[in-house]
Structure formats: C-alpha cells, structure tokens
C-alpha cells in the first residue's frame, strides 16, 4: 500500500505560479509511473502530466508548456510545477502512483490539494 501526501496547493491570481509536492510512503524509484491529475467543480478527473520510472513524461494539452512534471527518488517526492495559471486550472489536485503488484496494475492517490486561480 503506497500512502501519498499533497501539499503545495491554494490561492494565486492568474499569471502566477504554484508548486504542488507529493510525498510518498517507499521509494518512488519502485514505483512505475506517478502523475498528477486534477477534478473541477462538476467535471470528470482528468490527467494533467505522468511521469513514468524510465523518467519519460507527458503532459495534457493544457499543461503542455506551463507545467513541469518532475519526480525526486532521494526525497521518494513528485512535484508539479505550474506556471502561468489560468482561471479554469481551479481544481483539486491528486497525486496518483501506478505500480505492477501480484500480476496487475494498482493506483494509489493522494487526498487531493486544492488549486483556486483568481482572474
């Protein structure tokens, strides 16, 4: 059981920046793939960036270009980098660890940290 933990998150007016953090429980470097995804107020969950163990990334459309998706194995930490915010990037936040555990795949996330982009 992976036990991830999000910080970083809160108010910023629009052309700001914020960083998000996600902690784990064990070595990220074990972990398969980590990302960030994020649900606004009545919309689905959707993927923002993923950062997988080989250290390749990828991004959604509307992060490409003003997110960074970086992960640190000494600190078993994600970050999320995100410049340039938008109004509409307003959402909770997840932290989500994929791993390979006994002939499947399973997710694990974090409680969520809120982003509020002020125009």
């Known amino acids: 059981q992976v036990q991830l933990v999000e910080s970083g998150g809160g108010l910023v007016q629009a052309g700001g920046s914020l960083r998000l953090s996600c902690t784990a429980s064990e070595n990220i470097f074990s972990i398969d793939a980590m990302a960030w995804y994020r649900q606004a107020p009545g919309k689905d969950r959707e993927m923002v960036a993923v950062c997988v163990s080989a250290g390749n990334t990828n991004y959604a459309d509307s992060a490409k270009g003003r997110f960074t998706i970086s992960r640190d194995n000494a600190k078993n930490t994600l970050y999320l980098q995100m410049n340039s915010l938008k109004p509409e990037d307003t959402a909770v936040y997840y932290c989500?660890?994929?791993?390979?555990?006994?002939?499947?795949?399973?997710?694990?996330w974090g409680q969520g940290t809120q982003v509020t982009v002020s125009s």
């Open positions: 989500n660890a994929r791993k390979w555990v006994k002939g499947s795949w399973s997710d694990y």
